[in-house]
């Protein structure tokens, strides 16, 4: 029986272990011997970073050196102790080093955990750090300041955005009888044209998807996001109040379900090996795709596809862009609050930025970045950029994290014909007012 | 003669005492040795079994969001579980998935237990393969699992497609997925329960075999009748641990569905891991932990009774 329990308890040891590690690790931060408030110059000690999505090879270790390097130039001897983490282990990585008493100093998370993390007492207060929101909302999308802001007070600063664009494969169109220079306006638009874009087989099969969600099962938030902001939707008010569960709402989520069980243009939950959108890879003719499209003939490249994809925007009742990213933010109790702000500096850094969307497929956030040519050599990347004005995003106030873990598996309710929308949204709605 | 009649006693009655110490000494010693050889096990029991198990049942009576914190709510985290429709749908698919696999399973792996115990061609060989999947990490097993039930060019697709038969979204249908991961399951815990029950074949006395063939016993009364009682106490160790095992199965859905589509793969494993960690409710995590912890000792009772039964009988 000690035996069952030993592996019963399993689930929990690692949380529970983390409150004996808190009596014997003390409520320190970080490690060495720093003096926040000595010169940067002479400043010693270790910044503990935890980031998300920075993957563990030479690529990925590249650009995080590149940051680190920038983050030296102002502090020289301070160490830098990554933690790099999937986004699906974040909260696990964040709420065991709390318990531990040992939080990070650099938080960097989702445009959704701001909130939640302000909440949870794991970020701290920019604006008692000194750091206007007026200033941030020179230096980014205006539209980004207000997901950084919890209770009035800044909470973390946006680094790169992550949209999900709209493409479709010009030959595709032609080949379809349809005109490629008039992309689908409306969402009915949208469903027309992606039955027409499905090619089958004589068994009925799927051998080219019409309209790609871009989407693992159980993960179709983003897109219905997406859809509910052509809507002219939201996901919440500007106070945080739920504001999905609506006419809009149940019309966005009643076209993925079409689409997907009626129509057969999008197989649900298919995804090619290499997880990229399949309209860029051609086995899609029309679909979601990310801001960054690598045009080289290289292996990572698609080469001449590029000329083949264009990018566009629903414009139902509202044009409207669903947009994440990602932030950074100061850890609750560090004692190097000022090189942690060195290092968050660092990181939205133009070559960081830049860096980090590569990796990200995302789309550097800062209000100059339009310029760079960076953005401008990457037709995803420019038309991303320039609309992000129309960006409609997923975060909900400090239960967004509590919401998030019953959302896409919701969603999955109506899009595979359990459930209705108007039942499915009525509980989420439950769930977000909790 | 009085005298000596008085003494005798006496001497003897001297000498017991002394016996009785020489031997509680040694009685002593040994305690302290067999002490001081279980310390470590106590030791680490302690820091990683009791003290965890301790804490996740007090947890449970809390509303931390992380351990460490939260103020005691009492009951309140067993009564929103018994109205929470994601836990109920959880439980109920650990249920099925330890109802089908631990017994098919068991029958499986006895069965090429039984195969593998005659004196067959390659029988090392088979031996090894049977136990490949169970040295292999869950995440490398899933993975080449995600191939195979891969949609558009995986092995079973094409296996159906070779048959004439429609594809299957045998990880995106939500009627196909669990009994698909329950496949992975029987096939992964194969190779530990049939290496226990070869070396239980093989502790079976060959005599009874012969004695009970020279009785004229077919092949099947010799089974029934010699070898089945023969490995009831074998039928326990692999229950209780298969249960256990499938109530714990969490990596494998992890890698493959993350307890999707539409929740049809979510195992209270996941749920807990889902509640803790991502809803960042963790005495809520762990009332759904304390709950698991009875399910199991209530599953392995009943087998463990019913084992008995058989006995009696």
């Known amino acids: 029986m000690v035996k069952v329990m030993q592996r019963g308890l399993k689930a929990v040891t690692a949380a529970a272990l983390t409150v004996a590690m808190a009596a014997l690790a003390g409520c320190s931060s970080g490690g060495g011997d720093a003096q926040e408030g000595q010169d940067p110059a002479t400043a010693t000690g270790t910044l503990r970073v935890v980031v998300p999505n920075f993957p563990a090879d030479n690529e990925g270790q590249a650009v995080f050196r590149g940051i680190v390097d920038i983050f030296h130039k102002t502090y020289p001897q301070m160490k830098v102790e990554p933690d790099f983490v999937p986004y699906d282990n974040l909260n696990e990585k964040i709420s065991t080093s709390l318990a531990a008493g040992k939080n990070y100093d650099v938080v960097s998370a989702g445009i959704g955990w701001v909130q939640p993390l302000a909440d949870l007492g794991a970020i701290q207060s920019l604006t008692k750090l000194g750091i206007k929101t007026e200033d941030l909302e020179k230096s980014v999308y205006p539209a980004f300041v207000s997901p950084m802001k919890y209770d009035g007070d800044l909470y973390a600063v946006p680094i790169v955005a992550n949209p999900r664009l709209l493409a479709y494969s010009k030959s595709a169109f032609t080949e379809a009888g349809l005109d490629p220079a008039k992309p689908p306006q409306s969402l009915a638009e949208l469903r027309a044209d992606a039955k027409k874009l499905t090619k089958r087989d004589a068994k009925g099969q799927i051998t080219r998807t019409g309209f790609d969600f871009w989407a693992p099962a159980s993960n179709y938030r983003q897109q219905f996001v997406a859809f509910l902001g052509a809507k002219g939707g939201e996901m919440f008010t500007p106070d945080g109040q739920p504001a999905f569960d609506s006419q809009q709402g149940i019309d966005a989520l009643q076209l993925i379900h079409d689409m997907v069980a009626v129509d057969k243009s999008s197989t649900y939950g298919y995804q090619n090996s290499a997880k990229t959108a399949l309209v860029t890879t051609g086995e899609a003719a029309m679909g979601f795709a990310g801001p960054y499209v690598d045009c080289t003939t290289g292996p990572e490249g698609i080469g001449a596809k590029c000329k083949d994809l264009v990018y566009f925007n629903l414009k139902d009742a509202k044009e409207a862009v669903y947009v994440g990213g990602r932030v950074a933010a100061v850890g609750d109790g560090t004692k190097y609050p000022q090189a942690a702000l060195a290092f968050i500096k660092a990181m939205q850094d133009q070559k960081s930025q830049e860096a980090i969307s590569k990796l990200d497929v995302g789309v550097p956030i800062s209000s100059t970045a339009g310029d760079s040519a960076f953005v401008k050599s990457n037709p995803a990347g420019a038309f991303a950029w320039k609309n992000l004005d129309k960006a409609i995003f997923e975060y909900g106030g400090a239960t967004f994290l509590d919401f998030r873990a019953k959302f896409g598996p919701s969603l999955d309710e109506v899009i595979l014909g359990r459930k209705s929308p108007q039942d499915v949204l009525k509980e989420l709605d439950t769930v977000a007012r909790k | ?313």
């Open chain 2, 1 to 313: 003669m009085t005298t000596q009649v008085l003494e005798q006693p006496t001497a003897q009655a001297a000498a017991e005492p002394r016996r009785s110490r020489r031997r509680n000494g040694v009685e002593r010693a040994k305690a302290r040795a067999g002490w001081m050889l279980l310390t470590p096990a106590l030791v680490h029991s302690v820091i990683f079994i009791a003290i965890p198990g301790v804490m996740a049942v007090y947890l449970s009576f809390t509303n931390a969001r992380v351990a460490g914190q939260g103020a005691w709510i009492g009951l309140k985290n067993y009564l929103d579980l018994f109205q929470d429709a994601q836990f109920a749908n959880a439980l109920k698919n650990t249920l099925l998935y330890t109802i089908a696999v631990v017994p098919v399973a068991m029958a499986l792996s006895l069965a090429v237990a039984i195969g593998l115990n005659q004196k067959i061609p390659g029988r090392a060989l088979f031996r090894t393969l049977f136990y490949i999947p169970v040295v292999t990490s869950t995440v490398a097993v899933a993975a080449v699992w995600l191939w195979i039930y891969n949609p558009a060019a995986g092995l079973g697709n094409q296996v159906l497609a070779f048959f004439g038969l429609a594809r299957s979204g045998w990880l995106t249908d939500p009627g196909v997925a669990l009994p698909a991961l329950m496949v992975v399951g029987i096939w992964q815990g194969l190779g530990a329960k049939m290496i226990i029950y070869l070396a239980a074949l093989q502790s079976i006395s060959p005599d009874l075999i012969e004695a009970a063939t020279l009785d004229g016993a077919s092949r099947w009364q010799t089974f029934w009748n010699v070898t089945w009682p023969g490995l009831a106490p074998v039928h326990f160790f692999v229950l209780v641990t298969s249960i256990a095992s499938s109530f714990q199965v969490f990596d494998l859905i992890y890698v493959t569905t993350g307890g999707g589509p539409a929740n049809s793969t979510n195992v209270l494993t996941f749920d807990i891991f889902t509640n803790a960690f991502e809803r960042l409710h963790i005495g809520y995590a762990s009332a759904e932990t304390v709950i698991m912890l009875v399910f199991v000792g209530v599953l392995i009772s009943l087998g463990r009774l019913s084992l008995r039964n058989r006995e009696d009988l």
